[in-house]
Structures are given as structure tokens and as C-alpha cells.
T-cell receptor, first 114, second 118 residues
Framework: AQSVTQPDIHITVSEGASLELRCNYSYGATPYLFWYVQSPGQGLQLLLKYFSGDTLVQGIKGFEAEFKRSQSSFNLRKPSVHWSDAAEYFCAVVLKDAGNMLTFGGGTRLMVKP | DGGITQSPKYLFRKEGQNVTLSCEQNLNHDAMYWYRQDPGQGLRLIYYSQIVNDFQKGDIAEGYSVSREKKESFPLTVTSAQKNPTAFYLC?????????????????FGPGTRLTVL
């Protein structure tokens, strides 16, 4: 079955430490790829997206993500985490030529220690 | 300010009652979507509409209904047939993909409505 997997349900990092959130997809073709962030009780905000071209994508709030076709991955990174980054992060994909339907991973909740 | 608004933010419903969640956007987007989010889970698509007066079922449409009479509005009704309606509901919108825009368009989300059935 086609799916999006975020293997880490919870991650805790210290403020100032680097961060990597994992996302893997299982589709035959390369989908369009997104990362969203959700603060508690809020809607989702787009961090970045990958459609084609350079496999390293820069987003807002100092986040970046790298698409690796060989690993079917689109991991989100930040070199130095701030306390305000504590939130839930969702990876999502859209299959090309399949409408604009987003399929979400289960999310990773990030906690930041002072 | 352009954006997507959802109301109310919190909604309580007695079992057996229908309830309607509002979603309005002033982004001039053609497509609108409704998602359901349960604790510890990702979002699941309930219904979507690519254009006015047209909508399609998503993955979990049973017990829900929608209408799209205006471009700006896409209300969701949670009916008494929905067996487990307590959840966080998110509305989103995007530009419609057309023949000259083969790349998919980003979905922008509203702030959500938390529905609790008492």
C-alpha cells in the first residue's frame, strides 16, 4: 500500500542542538513532498515543499529538507533548534497526476529542552 | 488580510444532533478541502471540492456532508450517522490545477475547529 511514514512519534532535543525529522514514502514514482508544522490547537503551516530540481530545499524558520530518491526519504533538518520550534511536524505527499490530494504521515511531536 | 477562517473554534454537540462547521476563504482559491485529525494521527481527507457546485468524497466521507454553493465557502455538516465525531477538523484551500499548471498547488490551512460530542 502507498503510504507516508514518520518513524519517530516523539523527539526531544535540547535548545541549540541540531534536529532531523525523518519521513519516508512508499510510492512507485516520485511524489510532490511537503513538510507542515502545527502548534497546539492550531492549523497547519507550510514549512517547505519539493516539486523538482535541487534536492535540498530551504524553507521558513531556518528549516531545510533533502529529497533522497534512493532512500525514498524527505528528512527535515534544522541546525539549531529554538524553544519556539516545539510543535508537531507532518510530512505529506501528493502523487503526480493524481489530483491535489495530500496524504499525511502520522506526525512527529517535537519537544525542546531548555 | 487574506486567509482561511473556521468557526467556531470549539464546538460541543449532543449525541444524535447534526452540526455544521464553517470554512471561509478570501484567497480566491478554487479548491477546498476538509480533513479530520485524531490525537496522534495524521490528517485524513473527508471531502474536497475543486470548483463551485462540485465536490468529491475523500477517504472517510461516511457520516459527513458538504456543499459548495459559493467559491469562498465550504461548510461541513457532521451528521448523527458519524459514529465517532469527536475530533479536530481542518479546512484547507488551494489554487486549482489546470492545463497550464501541471505542478500541484500548495494547500493552505485554517486554524481548525475542535468538535466534542457530549
Amino acid at each position: 500500500a502507498q503510504s507516508v511514514t514518520q518513524p519517530d512519534i516523539h523527539i526531544t532535543v535540547s535548545e541549540g542542538a541540531s534536529l532531523e525529522l525523518r519521513c519516508n514514502y512508499s510510492y512507485g514514482a516520485t511524489p510532490y513532498l511537503f513538510w507542515y508544522v502545527q502548534s497546539p490547537g492550531q492549523g497547519l503551516q507550510l514549512l517547505l515543499k519539493y516539486f523538482s530540481g535541487d534536492t535540498l530545499v530551504q524553507g521558513i524558520k531556518g528549516f531545510e529538507a533533502e529529497f533522497k530518491r534512493s532512500q525514498s526519504s524527505f528528512n527535515l533538518r534544522k541546525p539549531s533548534v529554538h524553544w519556539s520550534d516545539a510543535a508537531e511536524y507532518f510530512c505529506a505527499v501528493v502523487l503526480k497526476d493524481a489530483g491535489n490530494m495530500l496524504t499525511f504521515g502520522g506526525g512527529t511531536r517535537l519537544m525542546v529542552k531548555p | 488580510d487574506g486567509g482561511i477562517t473556521q468557526s467556531p473554534k470549539y464546538l460541543f454537540r449532543k449525541e444524535g444532533q447534526n452540526v455544521t462547521l464553517s470554512c471561509e476563504q478570501n484567497l480566491n482559491h478554487d479548491a477546498m478541502y476538509w480533513y479530520r485529525q485524531d490525537p496522534g494521527q495524521g490528517l485524513r481527507l473527508i471531502y474536497y471540492s475543486q470548483i463551485v457546485n462540485d465536490f468529491q468524497k475523500g477517504d472517510i466521507a461516511e457520516g459527513y456532508s458538504v456543499s459548495r454553493e459559493k467559491k469562498e465557502s465550504f461548510p461541513l455538516t457532521v451528521t448523527s450517522a458519524q459514529k465517532n465525531p469527536t475530533a479536530f477538523y481542518l479546512c484547507a484551500s488551494s489554487m486549482r490545477r489546470g492545463a497550464n499548471t501541471p505542478v500541484t498547488d500548495t494547500q493552505y490551512f485554517g486554524p481548525g475547529t475542535r468538535l466534542t460530542v457530549l
